[in-house]
Nanobody, 128 residues
Framework: DVQLVESGGGSVQAGGSLRLSCVAS????????MGWFREAPGKEREAVAV????????FYADSVKGRFTLSPDHAKNTLYLQMDSLNSEDSAVYYC??????????????????????WGQGTQVTVS
């Protein structure tokens, strides 16, 4: 399994920004998909921003497009999630996640929680 450690969560006012970091035990572009999910109280865990193997494509949930930016730093094995123009609906626990495979990637979805085998401990983001 991939080890993932998140940091950078906190409380911010609506309209503000936060940057989350996820340090991985492997290259952040070395798995079919790696990225960020979030889970709000009473809601299902959802994909927020994900990069595919080699960094050829980055996927975003419609709700965060234009506001969030996923930046992989291959040299540091770190995924950054820059979150701007935050609103109350962005409040959630944010998780870094990685899929276990690096081949046959066409079989795996960037959105599907079940396709991810490694998860970080989560970091809380609260927007008021």
């Amino acid at each position: 399994d991939v080890q993932l450690v998140e940091s950078g969560g906190g409380s911010v006012q609506a309209g503000g920004s936060l940057r989350l970091s996820c340090v991985a035990s492997v290259g952040v572009l070395s798995r079919c998909h790696m990225g960020w999910f979030r889970e709000a109280p009473g809601k299902e865990r959802e994909a927020v921003a994900v990069v595919n193997i080699g960094g050829r494509m980055t996927f975003y949930a419609d709700s965060v497009k234009g506001r969030f930016t996923l930046s992989p730093d291959h040299a540091k094995n770190t995924l950054y999630l820059q979150m701007d123009s935050l609103n109350s609906e962005d409040s959630a626990v944010y998780y870094c996640a990685a899929q276990g495979r690096a081949t046959g990637c066409g079989r795996y979805s960037w959105r599907r929680v079940a396709d991810y085998s490694s998860w970080g401990q989560g970091t809380q983001v609260t927007v008021s």
